[in-house]
């Protein structure tokens, strides 16, 4: 399946290559970097590349390509997300996936990629597998390492690996039992210019921290699950008790993991919690335009909208935009004419604006379209969707743990106002 | 800190490779790791690290793990490269894989089977026929793997692999399942034959496959199912959703007829993959779902295809590279069923964020999805895309509102004046992209549409883009008979600029001069000569090629011959209008999902997707007989059931419900065997009438103390109340040490739970009697192990054999003579009875006639060996040597009682 990995940096250099079966030379790689300069973006270099001899399926994540080069018929969607998990698992181990913490830690990168893949098929991609198989570094055990000679490898075969819960380790043990569990929700959306939704959706995640000691149970159940219209799951969730009584019953994995994504039906109309009132015009013949934004919550239920930040492209026709924030700070590249203002918390009581003017190149005729405006936001404590988790119970341990709920709303990927 | 700067591995440093020898050579454990671990940064660089090889291999028998293991890293990479000196390493392998570790038995046969030297052939082959034998899965997965390895170092291996593969895939353990499929994909694709038998097994285990398993299964079931079943798409009503409306619409009689006349009855095998595959598309894998899409999309009857729908539009919030494959898809899936994701539209609006590629693969599901209704809204959508700042889409929302024009008429003037709007555009590509559409647009309705071509005429002057200024002059030349007073003009325009248009633009206006000259040839003789001289001089040998064939062919002279009377036929010949399609419109002829459809070109290694056979070919060969007399499910609870909840299922929609109520009980029944499948299910009890308790060795290493024997219990309650406080209460005798599980605080109804527990029987089959507590009720339990669960399975040589077996002699051996079954005279069949018996390893033998294996007895660890001397007419020696008489005599008569039945 998957013959060799290369990784390329921004500037299309091949820091780093493995090779599962016989060697690729690095060369096929050519065919990479044509497609690189064709791109006008990063992004926009195709994820599978035919080239004579081989096909080169790549992704693109922390401004680093990792190329797979493939040498037959093989789902992409395997290969793709195969790739996705290796970067998962270089974040978990060195906190960041950069080329410097890539290069800082070869050693267990080797050794995490020759655990991951067996002759280019998936072996162990489970974290919790791979944690006992090779330790994560830390620098306390760096240290400890160099002065008694112990290694980063484990010496046995992950209990886990063999039993019917593969993504449990045996023999967990806390002094402190402890399950939390965050309700996140995004929001996508697009907004025309008269403020009215053109699309919007809810996105939501459970992403669980547990602690527990030994084998413990789990059930979750909701007040609301009807809201809940196409779920995934993590292995763990028996789909069974799902279908038949709308419960999440799983034996959790240790540790951090994604309990379940979903989706909220778009029958339910969506509020997005944020508006905005905009005014920018250019004038014929003019070199100056007006540049006017303001923005309000919208039925957040009492909660605040905070962390707002405001992106926006604008026309290439602007030279320079003269700005005032009422509150917060703002930035204008004239380079890739991006404005982005960092409004903070909104204050029902006095919404914050954004006004000025813009100069215009001379002598150009008026830019015809107007920007479209990207919005980030996050509201504490608020399922925007409804969603109410109803209670947690746990089975075959004898403890008792501490449980913890916390909700969160933000806005998704694209939370966007066109304003043309 | 400062302690750490000196002792980090400064892998980057300039190569240093003496350095590297002498670490590797030096008795210090520390400073060869050191060495090692730049060296693998060597290795990750890309750097040559070869002429390391003898020193790197000298360490290959470390004690140190972590060290062996870049030893293994290193030796993979090189081995190819330094054939002899990789033999130096095999026997060290040879050594581990009978190690009694599982890890390291597999991890050895991992490291041999990498190393790619053709002279270790017979040794993988022969490491690969042992691990396939092997009790643990683990090391069953690892040999399937080292089959494919061992394929593509050597493909004349292929019958004897072909061997182990079949071999594996009778495996029941869900380790191993994606592994020897993949095998089986990668050596013998075209052995169906091999699948039968197997079909069922692989349906039910899937569940519970690790995820990377299910993608080959399921992709392989797919090309199975396509040729063993019957096509579930009704005659008439195949691929095209108008005609199947049109079907249904017809009068009821008709259709009554109709079924009556094709009764299409799913086959029960096919029902069941298609039930066993749906609930993975709630996966978090994003190739699961989609494989699962694809299967659904293959094999489905039509009507169920659209269940997959919700699952691949959620696919689309997941990363670029996810999206971009995953609309490939659903843009081949749309042409031919829009309905099926016409709902979803909006998640295919374009978001200003998107990399260009998914931008216009949107822009292409948008197109194939419009239909006289959401026009409307489409091409309200379309506007914005227009305003786009990207301006390469910009140009393909126009490609696509021509699209749109085409194929829906009522929109096709709306569109066009759209388009002509956009002529008035600042930015050039737009200008030029709408230009080239309203060609092809004018092309299929050229009547009245003069004012269009004056009005880009009169935009000539303005336009840049040769493509434009091309097919302006093209439409002006096709229909310069509707403007007769402006052509000229245009053609004296170019004369002037010829000289310093680009080619694609020359050619047209030759092409323009010819046309005009036909119909108008008074205004125009000399300019068209004059650009015609101009053309016989260009640099461009396309250019004076073309004047000198429109010259012959128009302008009359003797030489020209009888082509010159047809010029005007020739030249203004009615010409066909292009046809704007998808590009994605025939790429269906390749299986969904795979590498192949994403390129639209046949990769290397694709399995083309059969046909359904006319016929089903005989079904019965999928027929297992159930050897576990454990099992509750069998397929012919599923066979009774199936067809006749098919029969109905066409016929209304309540009978849809019904069969969905079957769907969920009958998966549950398939997954509760799945996953029993995995342990070697022994003994079985039932007592009280609200507390059932069955047990079973499950034959693992007990976890909780070396000299306990496993022991799980799945306890369900089958009372009406919930029991609450399950737990172990008092045992008998009072000694006896048994590690309990944690007290079940409440088991509902109907519910049931598996727990573990270990007991030390003392090498005795004594049994272990307690009680099992509930809240209000005790029940005393009686625990009587088969003599061969007190065994541990222990890995020896033969040559270890034969010496520890002449130290127990006299007083220790036990024998006896049996005349066996002759079913069982294999000494496969043995390996089989005996296992199933006692919990006793295989001693590979190097004599046919002898079979022996080797076991040790958990509490006290006492050698139990057992030998089988075959005899002639099925007559065999039976053997066994152990310091335990009692339990000898024991499992002699047990053995003894397996071989001489059936």
Not at chain 1, 40 to 46: K, L
Not at chain 2, 59 to 64: D, L, T, W
């Given at each position: 399946m998957i013959h060799s990995l290369f990784l390329v940096n921004a500037s299309g250099d091949i820091f780093l290559e493995k090779h599962w079966k016989s060697v690729v030379s690095r060369s096929v790689c050519d065919y990479f970097f044509e497609a690189q300069e064709r791109a006008?973006?990063?992004?926009?270099?195709?994820p599978v590349i035919p080239t004579p001899h081989h096909y080169l399926i790549s992704v693109l994540r922390h401004r680093i390509y990792f190329v797979a080069v493939i040498q037959s018929e093989v789902p992409p969607l395997f290969v793709i997300e195969f790739l996705h998990r290796v970067v998962d698992t270089f974040q978990d181990y060195f906190g960041v996936c950069t080329e410097a913490a890539i290069k800082d830690n070869v050693v267990v990168v080797y050794e995490l990629l020759e655990e991951m893949l067996d002759n280019g098929f998936p072996l162990a991609t489970e974290s919790n597998i791979l944690k006992e198989l090779i330790k994560p570094p830390t620098i306390l055990r760096t240290m400890v390492n160099t002065i008694t000679g112990s290694t980063n490898v484990g010496e046995q075969l992950p209990t886990g690996q063999l039993s019917v819960v593969p993504w449990r380790r045996t023999g967990v043990k806390y002094t402190n039992n402890e399950a939390y569990f965050d309700v996140v929700e995004e929001i996508d959306a697009i907004i025309d210019k008269s403020g009215s939704t053109i699309t919007a959706e809810i996105q939501g995640v459970i992403d669980a921290c547990v602690k527990l000691t030994g084998m413990p149970d789990l059930t979750l159940s909701f007040m609301n699950p009807r809201l809940l219209d196409d779920v995934s799951f993590h292995p763990c969730v028996r789909f069974k008790r799902w279908e038949a009584e709308r419960i999440l019953s799983f034996i959790p994995p240790d540790g951090n993991f994604r309990l379940l994504s979903y989706h909220v039906s778009s029958q339910n109309l969506v509020a997005i919690p944020v508006y905005v009132k905009h005014n920018i015009t250019f004038r014929e013949g003019s070199s100056q335009g007006r540049f006017d934004l303001t923005l309000g919550p919208k039925q957040t239920m009492g909660k605040a909208v905070e962390s707002v930040l405001v992106s926006s492209q604008l026309p290439r026709g602007v030279l320079n935009a003269n700005l005032n924030p009422s509150q917060g700070t703002y930035t204008f590249d004239p380079v890739t004419k991006l404005l982005s203002w960092d409004v903070g918390k909104i204050n029902p009581q006095k919404l914050p604006s954004l006004k000025g003017t813009m100069s215009l190149q001379a002598g150009a005729s008026k830019p015809d379209e107007n920007p479209t405006i990207n919005i980030q936001f996050k509201i504490q404590q608020m399922a925007i969707s409804g969603l109410k988790v109803n209670r947690l119970d746990m089975y075959g341990e004898k403890y008792k743990p501490f449980k913890g709920i916390k909700y969160m709303t933000k806005a998704g990927n694209l939370c966007q106002f066109r304003l043309h | 800190k400062g302690m750490l700067i000196p002792t980090r591995p400064r892998l980057f440093s300039v190569c240093r490779n003496e350095d590297l020898k002498e670490m590797l050579e030096s008795s210090k454990e520390s400073l060869k790791l050191e060495a090692m671990k730049r060296i693998v940064g060597l290795i990750a660089k890309g750097k040559n690290a070869s002429e390391l090889f003898p020193a790197v291999v000298k360490?290959?028998?470390?004690?140190?793990i972590e060290l062996k293991k870049l030893v293994y890293v290193y030796l993979v990479r090189y081995a190819e490269e330094q054939q002899d000196l990789a033999l130096l390493s095999i026997s060290t392998f040879q050594r581990a894989l009978k190690d009694p570790n599982q890890f390291i038995r597999a991890s050895a046969l991992r490291v041999l089977s990498s190393i790619r030297v053709p002279i270790i052939v017979p040794i993988m082959m022969l490491a690969i026929k042992e691990a396939a034998a092997d009790l643990s899965p683990y090391v069953r997965k690892t040999s399937a793997h080292a089959i494919q390895k061992l394929f593509s170092l050597d493909a004349d291996q292929k019958e004897q692999l072909i061997e182990v593969i079949e071999k594996l895939l009778k495996d029941k353990s869900t380790l191993v399942a994606g592994s020897v499929v993949m095998a089986f994909e990668e050596v013998c694709p075209d052995r169906i034959d091999l699948i039968h038998k197997n079909y069922r097994k692989l349906c039910n285990l899937l569940v519970d496959v690790e995820e990377w398993g299910q993608v080959v299964i399921i992709s392989m079931l797919t090309r199975y199912a396509r040729t063993q079943f019957t096509s579930p798409w009704k005659e008439g009503a195949m691929f095209d959703e108008n005609n199947e409306k049109a079907f249904y619409e017809s009068d009821s009689e008709e259709k009554k007829g109709h079924t009556e006349e094709k009764p299409y009855i799913m086959d029960p095998d096919h029902r069941l993959l298609l039930r066993n595959t749906k609930p993975l598309l709630q996966s978090r894998n994003t190739a699961v779902v989609m494989s699962v899409a694809q299967l659904y999309w293959h094999l489905a009857p039509k009507h169920e295809v659209s269940i997959v729908t919700k699952s691949l539009v959620r696919l689309l919030r997941s990363h670029r590279e996810v999206q971009y494959i995953v609309l490939q898809n659903i843009a081949t899936m749309s042409i031919q069923r829009?309905?099926?994701f016409e709902p979803f539209m909006k998640s295919f609006y374009v978001r200003s964020t998107d990399a260009t590629h998914i931008k216009t693969l949107k822009l292409e599901i948008l197109t194939n999805l419009a239909n006289e209704a959401n026009i409307s809204t489409i091409l309200r959508e379309f506007q914005t895309y227009v305003k786009s700042q990207d301006k390469a889409f910009a140009a393909a929302t126009i490609q696509a509102i021509g699209r749109c024009a085409t194929n829906i008429s009522e929109v096709t003037d709306t569109c066009l004046n759209g388009l002509v709007l956009l002529l008035s555009n600042r930015d050039e590509t737009v200008v030029a992209e709408s230009v080239v559409v309203i060609k092809k647009l004018l092309q299929t309705q050229p009547t009245q549409h003069s004012e269009i071509i004056k009005h880009m005429a009169k935009l000539f002057d303005n336009i840049t883009v040769p493509m434009a200024r091309a097919s302006i002059l093209w439409l002006i030349g096709e229909y310069c008979e509707r403007v007769p007073k402006i052509a000229p003009d245009v053609l004296r325009k170019m004369a002037k600029s010829f000289t310093a248009e680009e080619d694609i633009v020359k050619l047209q206006t030759v092409n323009l001069a010819a046309k005009l000259y036909l119909t108008n040839s008074k205004q125009t003789k000399l300019l068209t000569q004059y650009i015609l001289n101009l053309g016989k001089y260009d640099q461009n040998y396309d250019i004076r090629d073309r004047t000198r064939f429109i010259r012959q062919l128009i302008v009359p002279s003797?030489?020209?011959?009888?082509?010159n009377k047809y010029a005007r036929r020739i030249l203004l010949a009615p010409k066909p209008a292009p046809v704007l399609e998808s590009s994605f419109k025939d790429r269906d002829r390749f299986q969904l999902g795979t590498l192949s459809h994403s390129l639209n070109s046949k990769a290397t290694g694709y399995q083309e997707l059969s046909d359904w056979p006319a016929v089903a070919p005989d079904q019965s060969v999928r027929n297992v007989e159930i050897i576990e007399a454990v099992k509750e499910w069998t397929p012919t609870v599923g066979k009774t059931k199936q067809p006749k909840s098919d029969d109905k299922f066409y016929s209304d929609d309540e009978d849809e419900k019904e069969e969905e109520g079957s769907d969920s009980s009958g998966s549950e029944d398939s997954s509760s065997s799945s996953s029993e499948g995995l342990f070697m299910y022994f003994t079985m009890q039932m007592f009280s009438s609200c507390l059932a308790a069955k047990y079973h060795f499950p034959r693992q290493p007990c976890l909780y103390q070396p000299s306990m024997v496993a022991v799980q219990v799945i306890l369900s309650n089958s009372s009406d109340h919930s029991l609450e406080e399950i737990h172990i209460g008092d045992r008998s005798p009072a000694s006896l040490s048994i590690h309990c599980f944690n007290t079940i605080e409440r088991l509902e109804p109907e519910a049931s739970v598996t727990v573990s527990m270990g007991i030390d029987f003392s090498d005795s089959t004594q049994a272990a009697n307690f009680q099992l507590c509930t809240k209000e009720d005790q029940f005393s339990v009686s625990i009587q192990p088969a003599v061969g669960e007190l065994l541990m399975p222990s890995s020896m040589t033969e040559q270890d054999f034969c010496k520890e077996q002449g130290k127990l002699q006299g007083m220790n051996e036990t024998s006896a003579t049996i005349t066996m079954e002759t079913a069982n005279a294999s000494s496969q069949a043995i390996s089989k009875q005996v296992l199933s018996v006692a919990n006793v390893g295989v001693v590979s033998s190097s004599q046919n006639n002898f079979s022996r294996f080797a076991g040790r007895t958990v509490s006290s660890g006492a050698l139990v060996l057992v030998s089988l001397e075959l005899k002639e007419s099925s007559t065999a020696l039976l053997t066994i040597n152990t310091e335990k008489t009692v339990m000898a005599s024991m499992l002699l008569r047990d053995i003894k009682q397996a071989l001489t039945q059936a």
């Open positions: 006008t973006e990063p992004e926009n270099v195709p | 360490n290959v028998a470390s004690k140190n829009k309905g099926m003797e030489k020209s011959g009888a082509l």
